[in-house]
Nanobody, 123 residues
Framework: QVQLVESGGGLVQAGGSLRLSCAASGRTESSYGMGWFRQPPGKEREFVATISMPGGSTYYANSVRGRFSISRDNAKNTVYLQMNSLKPEDTAVYYC????????????????WGQGTQVTVSS
């Protein structure tokens, strides 16, 4: 079993930055793919970013590419999502997830999920 705990969410003005963290514990494997998803108010959950191992390749949703950056520190069992140039449409609950099969844009490939952290971007 893997436990994921997100932190770092909050309220920020448009154009600002936030860094989300996802701490993993339990039966963690450095080979797991890690991903960030988000669920805006009244909308379905959507893919944001993913990072794979061992090469650490990354992939982003078009809506965040160039503004967000995903990274991982295997020694700390932590994944980060650096969010810059935030927009009001980035407002959502952000979820961290782990996929034993590797990085993926599809939520059904992720076995483990965190509880989410709220990000609110004011205009």
């Amino acid at each position: 079993q893997v436990q994921l705990v997100e932190s770092g969410g909050g309220l920020v003005q448009a154009g600002g930055s936030l860094r989300l963290s996802c701490a993993a514990s339990g039966r963690t494997e450095s080979s797991y793919g890690m991903g960030w998803f988000r669920q805006p108010p009244g909308k379905e959950r959507e893919f944001v970013a993913t990072i794979s191992m061992p090469g650490g390749s990354t992939y982003y949703a078009n809506s965040v590419r160039g503004r967000f950056s995903i990274s991982r520190d295997n020694a700390k069992n932590t994944v980060y999502l650096q969010m810059n140039s935030l927009k009001p449409e980035d407002t959502a609950v952000y979820y961290c997830a782990a996929a034993p099969s590797g990085g993926s844009v599809y939520s059904y490939n992720y076995y483990y999920w965190g509880q989410g952290t709220q990000v609110t971007v004011s205009s």
